[in-house]
């Protein structure tokens, strides 16, 4: 069993940065691919970024690629998202994610835990 708790979403003006943080409980926490999602208002949610059990392997949305970084800290069971130049369409609930099934990032089934969120608004 996993557990995941999100933090670090606040209000931030159009172009600034957010860095969001997910501390996972388990012993297993190295061993689990990592990742994020976000769902804005009225939309699906959406795949964000992910990362190896090791770090070494990062894969990200093309809406993000560029701007937003992931990154974890084994030895503090946390994974980070670095988010920086944010718009206006970044305004969503970001989702921490663990314990992926299936080679697929991407589908959001394919995630056997969820954080509560951390909300992320950018204003214009």
């Known amino acids: 069993q996993v557990q995941l708790v999100e933090s670090g979403g606040e209000l931030v003006q159009v172009g600034g940065s957010l860095r969001l943080s997910c501390a996972a409980s388990g012993r297993t926490f190295s061993m689990q691919t990592m990742g994020w999602f976000r769902q804005a208002p009225g939309k699906e949610r959406e795949f964000v970024a992910a990362?190896?059990?090791?770090?070494?392997?990062?894969y990200y949305a093309d809406s993000v690629k560029g701007r937003f970084t992931i990154s974890r800290d084994n030895a503090k069971n946390t994974v980070y998202l670095k988010m920086n130049s944010l718009k206006p369409e970044d305004t969503a609930v970001y989702y921490c994610?663990?314990?992926?099934?299936?080679?697929?990032?991407?589908?959001?089934?394919?995630?056997?835990?969820w954080g509560q969120g951390t909300q992320v608004t950018v204003s214009s």
């Open positions: 990362i190896s059990r090791s770090g070494d392997s990062t």
């Open positions: 994610v663990a314990g992926k099934r299936g080679n697929s990032h991407s589908y959001d089934t394919n995630w056997g835990y």
